[in-house]
T-cell receptor
Framework: GQQLNQSPQSMFIQEGEDVSMNCTSS?????WLWYKQDPGEGPVLLIA?????ELTSNGRLTAQFGITRKDSFLNISASIPSDVGIYFC????????????FGKGTLLTVNP | DGGITQSPKYLFRKEGQNVTLSCEQN?????MYWYRQDPGQGLRLIYY???????QKGDIAEGYSVSREKKESFPLTVTSAQKNPTAFYLC?????????FGEGSRLTVL
């Protein structure tokens, strides 16, 4: 099956620092989605990307759809304590209109 | 408010018992999904349904069953055949693009 490698697995940063995480795929995707999950809750969609090279922002979050269509990046600027959580990437290939492949997540801890 | 409602939030079950998790959505989405989440494993697809009265197995369907009799509802039954059922279960729905999740149900087998 399709594989998504998400890195880093975890990050410990100081409040105010910028954060970067990425996902790489063994195959081409035509959609990339980034989610954040708080403990004991369902993931919440942060950013959706639909075109290679696309760069989209949502407040302090910026995500990019890699030009090769096999990777995506999420950056968080000026981190704050409420950024703590698990961030997931997810991709959808052209062969399936509905099924998503998820990365294993990046656990972000922000020290005040 | 539009959204996806999962119930119960927490559920305890004895070994050998079947249990059904509820998922209801009022987003008018055609597709619905069940995922299982274990620590360090990410999200794994159990079953999905693209339309009413039709559903397909995901990557880890063994020991689970679903039904899709109504567009709004996609219940998941965790059967006694599931050898390691303790997990966090997430229901989701989508249009052709983005996936939206419920708040999850945590099942613990005693």
């Amino acid at each position: 099956g399709q594989q998504l490698n998400q890195s880093p697995q975890s990050m410990f940063i100081q409040e105010g620092e910028d954060v970067s995480m990425n996902c790489t795929s063994s195959s081409i995707f035509n959609t990339w989605l980034w989610y954040k999950q708080d403990p004991g809750e369902g993931p919440v969609l942060l950013i959706a990307l639909y075109k290679a090279g696309e760069l989209t922002s949502n407040g302090r979050l910026t995500a990019q759809f890699g030009i090769t269509r096999k990777d995506s990046f999420l950056n968080i600027s000026a981190s704050i304590p409420s950024d703590v959580g698990i961030y997931f990437c997810a991709g959808r290939s052209g062969g399936s209109n509905y099924k998503l492949t998820f990365g294993k997540g990046t656990l972000l801890t922000v020290n005040p | 408010d539009g959204g996806i409602t999962q119930s119960p939030k927490y559920l305890f079950r004895k070994e050998g018992q079947n249990v059904t998790l509820s998922c209801e959505q009022n987003l008018n989405h055609d597709a619905m999904y069940w995922y299982r989440q274990d620590p360090g494993q990410g999200l794994r697809l159990i079953y999905y349904s693209q339309i009413v009265n039709d559903f397909q197995k995901g990557d880890i369907a063994e020991g689970y069953s679903v039904s899709r009799e109504k567009k709004e509802s996609f219940p998941l039954t965790v059967t006694s055949a599931q050898k390691n059922p303790t997990a966090f279960y997430l229901c989701a729905s989508s249009t052709a693009g983005e996936l939206f999740f419920g708040e999850g149900s945590r099942l613990t087998v005693l």
